[in-house]
């Protein structure tokens, strides 16, 4: 079964930079489309950005796109977001899911597999 672990998170700077792994274990990610998704304090999880299995289509929220980048390592079963020009509403805690043969679109599809989220801040 497949299992997530996030990392990378922590303390930045408002302009400042942070890259966030995803690396999974129990299975091959190939078979997998994956994504970011955040919740700040009070609000819902929203989507942030997605990536097919081939790496080859990523998709972005109009909130990040341009600023953040969504890749992945089939090879090191791996996924990746390299977050720059933050932002004070960057603030959240980012999490990685993973859909078997699909894309993780929305934060409420029970087909989602979750990692357990990783803290990132951002100062003004």
């Known amino acids: 079964q497949l299992q997530l672990v996030e990392s990378g998170g922590g303390l930045v700077q408002a302009g400042g930079s942070l890259s966030l792994s995803c690396e999974a274990s129990g299975s091959r990610i190939v078979n997998y489309g994956m994504a970011w998704f955040r919740q700040a304090p009070g609000n819902e999880r929203e989507f942030v950005s997605s990536?097919?299995?081939?790496?080859?289509?990523?998709y972005y929220a109009d909130s990040v796109k341009g600023r953040f980048t969504i890749s992945r390592d089939n090879a090191k079963n791996t996924m990746y977001l390299q977050m720059n020009s933050l932002k004070p509403e960057d603030t959240a805690v980012y999490y990685c899911?993973?859909?078997?043969?699909?894309?993780?679109?929305?934060?409420?599809?029970?087909?989602?597999?979750w990692g357990q989220g990783t803290q990132v801040t951002v100062s003004s």
């Open positions: 990536i097919n299995w081939s790496g080859q289509s990523t």
């Open positions: 899911a993973a859909k078997l043969w699909g894309f993780p679109a929305s934060a409420a599809d029970e087909d989602n597999v």
